[in-house]
């Protein structure tokens, strides 16, 4: 089918093949072709395409009603999911406010840390450190705590850069990931930094506890989280959470954070929070820095669509999906099997020189010698033109460079978490015999 002219231009003069429908973890182009979404879009569908339960209670929500304006009312849908997802953070991060996206609540986050650094007379803290690669959303604000060097740097004036420290990559740096003392050697570049900075200039560090789209589901080394935490306690650094992609049971516990019983002063979730049925996100923060900025005056910060009660129920319907089915059980149970079938892949193909992940948020990343690490030759475009051939086979899956965008590719594999060994056999498959025809295709 002719797709073109089109007034979009998300992929610059790009067409995309026509969605018609999707259910479970399939989807269909108008043209009848069947994929497998093997990244539930860009790990946002954990609970696959189409489910009915959710879309009942979003069909019972557009009934009563579909838009409350934040300042005139609360609605059952806010009030209930507010209640639900305090209930499945830590001890005392039991204040919620919603939002539309993962941009949106690493906004809100900063901005929060910000007021309650004001609102306790240290409003000499501003500074946020965060990771080189990260990413954290595409405005201007997340875009600082950002380091991914094509997303950022056209930016840069426009935006004050935050300092960064490198992201625990033991994988590239030779180090063994399962020693502790590889987690406190990253982990102490954190205390090294706000020394550095000026530990009283220091806000807060903003960090994803397994890496997303930046760094390729990168799980931290022993010790790292934890160490992170006690510097940040001894310097009355507030620890945020980026778990935007890896909230709501992607790695196999509701919360990435859980693998390591963390205590954060806020995290903010999105994606899988809603699953794709509407744009909805949360910041969750705990209860001492809101009654701190309540107290103050208020916080001055707040989104026309936040708190929709279409939103709200659709992503209320979605945790009871995700406990009905145990999908969090699911994704630890199905991310293991998947991780080993990657590993298979890896002992026959020598490009693929890393594979690593939690759950169902799982990657892979090309390396041109596994000895030095050495990426694919930039120009092969390894990263584009894999996910490209894999797509022409009926299977998505998402990819981005690896080193701070410059170079480097992986491809991450999240499959929605109501896989089942089935689809498991069908995604390796497809990537087997993608990985063929790609290794074949760059054959000097
Ligand atoms: N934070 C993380 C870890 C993300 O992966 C993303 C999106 O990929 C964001 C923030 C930004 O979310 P959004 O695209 O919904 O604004």
């Not at 954990?46 to 019972?60: P, Q």
């Not at 709200?312 to 009905?324: H, T």
């Not at 299977?395 to 992986?410: A, C, K, N, P, Q």
């Not at 498991?424 to 760059?442: K, M, P, R």
């Amino acid at each position: 089918m002719n797709v073109k002219p089109s007034h979009l231009f998300y992929q610059g003069r790009e067409r995309k093949p026509v969605l018609d429908q999707a259910r479970g973890v399939y989807m269909w182009d108008v043209d009848g072709k069947r994929y497998l979404d093997g990244s539930s879009g860009a790990m946002v569908c954990n609970i696959g395409h189409s489910n009915e339960n959710v879309l009942e209670a979003m069909r019972r929500q557009m009934e009563k009603s579909t838009f409350g304006y934040r300042l005139h009312f609360e609605t059952e849908a806010s009030e209930k999911l507010a209640a639900k997802t305090a209930a499945l953070c830590p001890e005392g991060l039991n204040r919620v406010f919603f939002v539309s996206g993962g941009s949106e609540a690493v906004e809100s986050a900063l901005k929060l840390a910000r007021q309650y650094a004001l609102a306790i007379g240290e409003g000499s803290r501003w500074k946020i450190i965060s990771r080189a690669p990260s990413y954290h959303g595409c405005t201007l604000g997340a875009l600082a705590v950002t380091s991914y060097a094509p997303l950022t740097e056209p930016f840069a004036p426009l935006m004050q850069a935050m300092p960064k420290i490198p992201a625990p990559r033991a994988y590239l740096d030779g180090f063994d990931p399962e020693d502790e003392a590889t987690g406190h050697h990253y982990a102490d570049m954190l205390e090294a930094k706000i020394v550095e900075e000026g530990p009283d200039s220091v806000l807060a560090f903003l960090v994803e506890p397994i890496g997303g789209a930046s760094t390729g589901a990168l799980v931290p080394p022993r010790g790292y989280m934890e160490r992170v935490q006690e510097i940040c306690r001894k310097h009355g650094v507030l620890l945020i959470l980026d778990e935007v992609m890896t909230g709501a049971g992607r790695t196999g516990k509701f919360l990435a954070s859980e693998h390591w019983g963390l205590a954060p002063d806020i995290i903010v979730m999105s994606k899988g929070f809603a699953a794709g049925y509407v744009p909805l996100g949360a910041m969750v923060a705990h209860e001492r820095l809101v009654e701190a900025v309540l107290d103050a005056g208020g916080f001055l910060h707040g989104y026309t669509y936040a708190g929709n009660p279409l939103a709200c129920a659709a992503g209320l319907a979605v945790i009871d999906e995700i406990e009905r089915q145990d999908l969090v059980g699911n994704a630890a149970r199905m991310g293991v099997k998947l991780k080993e079938r990657l590993e298979g892949l890896m002992q026959r193909y020598a490009i693929i020189g890393d594979v690593r992940g939690k759950g169902l948020l799982t990657a892979f990343e090309f390396m041109a010698d596994r000895g030095s690490k050495a990426p694919l030759p930039k120009h092969l475009q390894a990263f584009n033109r894999f996910v490209q051939i894999a797509y022409d086979k009926g299977l998505i899956v998402y990819s981005r460079r690896t080193r701070d965008g410059v170079e480097g590719d992986h491809i991450i594999v999240a499959p929605p978490m109501i896989v089942t060994e089935t689809h498991l056999d069908e995604i390796t498959e497809v990537l087997d015999a993608s990985l063929s025809q790609f290794t074949e295709e760059i054959r000097p």
